[in-house]
């Protein structure tokens, strides 16, 4: 094992650099086009997630998510469909979807200029769409599947 001070210097020389995001993006590009892909994606698929942060963690990076009761910090991913990681932000629990929306927004199109649709989950509003436009994205709201659907084999409606 090398030693924690050369691993440290390296791990913030690479991210200073952008060697780290240079060495992600390869090897999104060589495993999508080993799954018959292009190298960018056309499609990215944006969500969040809050996690509760442990005691030791600072105050001013962290908030509580009202509507699900969880203190700590919101994880914010855009997803390819193949499910590799374009973007991610962190941002405190008590930052609002929009906020998250448009900073992944940013990101995806500040990274892949190939992405022309992103599909959203419900809690974005209407900003995170008016946001995407600016950008040259499309999105829509990626509506989950209803109940009634899961619990039929094939799901859709009852007259076949």
């Known amino acids: 094992?090398?030693?924690?001070?050369?691993?440290k210097y390296y791990f913030y020389l690479w991210r200073d650099e952008g060697t780290d995001q240079d060495v992600h993006d390869l090897l999104r590009w060589q495993l999508r086009e080993?799954?018959?892909?292009?190298?960018?994606?056309?499609?990215?698929?944006?969500d969040t997630q809050s996690v509760h942060a442990s005691v030791g963690v600072p105050a001013a990076t962290t908030g509580r998510?009202?509507?699900?009761?969880v203190p700590g910090r919101k994880g914010c991913l855009a997803v390819d469909v193949l499910g590799l990681v374009i973007d991610c932000v962190v941002l405190p629990t008590s930052a609002h979807e929009n906020t998250a929306g448009i900073a992944l927004l940013d990101g995806v199109a500040g990274q892949c200029d190939t992405v022309t649709k992103a599909l959203v989950d419900q809690g974005f509003k209407e900003k995170v769409v008016e946001h995407s436009k600016n950008v040259g994205i499309d999105s829509s709201s990626a509506t989950p599947p209803t109940r009634a659907s899961l619990c039929r084999p094939g799901g859709g409606s009852r007259n076949r």
């Open 34 to 46: 080993k799954r018959k892909r292009l190298a960018d994606p056309g499609l990215v698929v944006l």
């Open 1 to 7: 094992m090398p030693p924690p001070g050369a691993v």
């Open 65 to 69: 998510d009202t509507a699900k009761r």
